[in-house]
């Protein structure tokens, strides 16, 4: 009987037969804090008394979520987070070099690793071929003490995508159909292994928007296996060879198999408050917006901020409507500047904001007034996600989001890409 990727990574790293439903005790290779939920992390080793942290090195600090800081409270934590820092030699992302989960993929994750963090998107490394999985602080806390964490073992559902995309439709279409199908708990304490020819054909900015978002139909981990795609990423990012990518057996057994052709799929939306709550975009066309984002860990890759300038450019948003874009890293922001992006997302009418994770977790940056309508490339869009529980927000493309900006609606974005 073989093994499916997760099970595969996480034999290898605790040295048993790691079967579904086993527990296991498995070393860590990248352990992740970031600002909003690491100093809790920091408390829980305090609790744990005279703790030695030895493999200084597999641990990373990020600035990201509070950037820069937007009140005293915040800016001492991210102080406190640098302090400890500095103390144990633990490698630092500085406020405004990018996202946790887009530095992770940029120059933290390998293929075959076991990845942690304090936030439940870290499943988006899984797009390297690496078992990644959001957990709490107190188990960062354990893991940063000792490298090890334990596992129950997911079982593994497997997706097979059939088909290209049509223009118009992009990955972010694609995985909202998915939870849509799936619904939110569908795979819940699952591994998703997600594979097949329409795989193949996306970008790897297309596959991260994937596996982000993973953990939105309840998923322990979302995993692709590597391609050439994949090593090409890794080398232009600077990772160092030879690589050590796993792939499922032939015989592996899944919990359920699920296939899709999606060469028919039509731009997708999900409608307030649950990112299940998913219909093809002509249904909720109309609706009238007041806010875009367009950038997030899920959609602030170059190739979104360029899907969007392709509409805007030349245009202007409409009357009263605020467009927020965010760039998910630094070293994307300088590639949109130097390529002319932002020029036209600003000459639109957009307006930058530092490399984070800005309104999206509802704290600055950008939070609704009551009743009014959102249109986001994030990942979430349950009541208050964006700081006011009256505000109401609708998930698609960055694609979909620019013509929403430009019509001041909800409009099928192929009108203007042709």
Not at 39 to 59: Q, S, T, Y
Not at 147 to 160: A, D, E, R, S
Request: contains cysteine.
């Amino acid at each position: 009987m073989g093994y499916t990727i997760a099970e595969k990574i996480l034999s290898e790293k605790s040295g048993v037969e790691a079967r579904a439903g086993r527990l296991v005790v498995a070393d860590i290779d990248v352990i992740m804090a970031h600002d909003s939920l690491g100093p809790m992390a920091l408390e829980a080793m305090a609790e744990m008394g005279e703790v030695v942290i030895r493999r200084p090195e597999r641990i990373c600090f990020m600035n990201d979520h509070l950037v820069p800081a937007p009140a005293r409270n915040y800016a001492q934590m991210q102080k406190e987070m640098r302090d400890f820092a500095r103390r144990w030699g633990i490698r630092q992302h500085p406020a405004g070099e990018g996202i946790c989960h887009q530095l992770l993929v940029e120059k933290e994750v390998r293929p075959g690793q076991t990845v942690i963090g304090t936030d439940s998107h870290t499943c988006m490394a899984g797009a390297l071929n690496a078992l990644a999985t959001g957990v709490g602080s107190t188990d960062v806390a354990a893991a940063m003490a000792t490298g090890q964490l334990w596992f129950k073992v997911p079982g593994t559902i497997q997706i097979v995508l059939k088909g290209s995309l049509s223009p118009g439709v992009f990955a972010k279409d694609l995985i909202l159909f998915l939870i849509g199908q799936m619904t939110e708990d569908g795979a819940n304490y699952q591994a998703v292994e997600l594979k097949g020819e329409t795989i193949s054909s996306l970008s790897m900015g297309g596959r991260f928007t994937l596996c982000n978002m993973g953990i939105e139909m309840g998923a322990k981990a979302a995993i692709l296996e590597a391609d050439e795609a994949t090593h090409r990423w890794l080398l232009k990012n600077g990772a160092i060879g030879p690589f050590k990518p796993v792939k499922a057996d032939a015989d592996a057994v899944y919990s359920r198999t699920l296939e899709y052709d999606v060469s028919r799929l039509q731009p997708q939306v999900a409608r307030p408050h649950k990112v299940d709550n998913v219909v093809p975009l002509r249904e909720a066309a109309g609706t009238p917006i007041h806010e875009v984002v367009i950038g997030t860990c899920t959609n602030g890759r170059l190739e979104d901020l360029e899907a969007a300038a392709a509409i805007l450019k030349g245009k202007r948003i409409a009357e009263d409507l605020r467009l927020i874009v965010i760039p998910a890293s630094r070293s994307v922001l300088l590639e949109a500047m130097d390529r002319g992006v932002l020029r036209t997302l600003i000459e639109a009418g957009g307006m930058i904001l530092t490399p984070g994770c800005g309104p999206c977790v509802g704290v600055h940056g950008g939070i609704p007034a009551d009743g009014e309508n959102v249109f986001s490339t994030a990942n979430r869009n349950f009541k208050g996600r964006m700081g006011n529980p009256n505000a109401h927000i609708y998930l698609g493309s960055p694609a979909a989001a620019a013509e929403a900006a430009v019509e001041g609606k909800i409009t099928d974005p192929r009108k203007y890409l042709g």
